[in-house]
């Protein structure tokens, strides 16, 4: 069993100026599209961006990220019931899809999708990073990058060949024990959760965070500066008006 690969691979959020052919990222995107999803319905899309100006206008429904800018590709994966629901028009049958259970399903294949992509890249020497801010600012993306009703971004993948000094080897994560469960839930006491939390607390990362943000403990960080719950809130209301017909 080798699990070198995946235990050693690193988010890459700076890149090298040498820009992959079009034609192989959408060989990988060909690749990644046997991927497993919902019924054969393959209700995914993914859309490729290396425009200048396409990539300005997204910048900032990013919140800035600057590798949104510095990528060469910067690809959206989505949930897609359009194409699905013409075809189904042309054929005579009445298409079921507008509610939650298969918007659920649809991002859950959308999220497959965008995951072994990423795989298939790192694997051919490329690198790259999730943008979990897609689904904040859907409905504006959905507008910059022209997506037709029913198209639903679910997330963003910053895709190039890694920078000279991007990181190297294995990212902090919670030991084992914190996220696998063997035949059903064992939960944690309050000395569980000190001893799975004590390594990534004690990372030097965590305390410049913590004294960056002026906090008292790296939670507060996650809580209080990162993932606020008025923020949460506020970009909920949006995302449930432009999803409004699944709901």
């Known amino acids: 069993m080798n699990l070198d690969f995946f235990n050693t691979r690193r988010t890459v959020r700076s890149f090298s100026p040498e820009v992959p052919s079009r034609d192989d990222i959408c060989a990988m995107i060909e690749a990644a599209a046997h991927a497993p999803n919902t019924g054969n319905m393959q209700n995914v899309a993914a859309i490729v961006t290396s425009d200048s100006e396409i990539l300005r206008q997204l910048s900032p429904l990013h919140f800035g990220q600057p590798c949104v800018c510095n990528a060469p590709y910067v690809i959206t994966f989505c949930a897609d019931f359009n194409r699905f629901e013409q075809w189904c028009s042309l054929r ?6 507008d509610n939650l259970q298969s918007l659920l ?4 294949d ?3 999708f965008a995951q072994q992509f990423c795989t298939i ?6 690198g790259g990073v999730f943008l979990g801010t897609t689904l904040y600012n859907a ?12 198209v639903i971004p679910v997330i963003t993948l910053a895709i190039g060949v890694p920078a000279s000094d991007a990181p190297q080897g294995p990212t902090e994560r919670l030991p084992l024990r914190s996220v696998l469960h063997l035949d059903k839930y064992q ?15 004690a990372a030097e990362s965590s305390h410049k965070f913590v004294a960056e943000n002026n906090k008292k403990t790296l939670a507060q960080v996650f809580t209080d500066v990162r993932y606020p719950r008025d923020s949460a809130e506020a970009f909920s209301n949006t995302l449930k008006e432009f999803i409004k017909i699944y709901l």
């Open 92 to 97: 005579d049958a009445n298409p079921g899809f």
């Open 105 to 108: 399903a649809a991002i859950v």
């Open 110 to 112: 959308a999220s497959i």
């Open 121 to 126: 890249a790192e694997m051919n020497g490329l």
């Open 139 to 150: 409905g504006q993306i959905a507008r910059v990058l022209e997506l037709p009703d029913k």
């Open 187 to 201: 939960p944690f006491d309050n000395n569980d959760i000190e001893s799975l939390y004590a390594t990534l607390e």
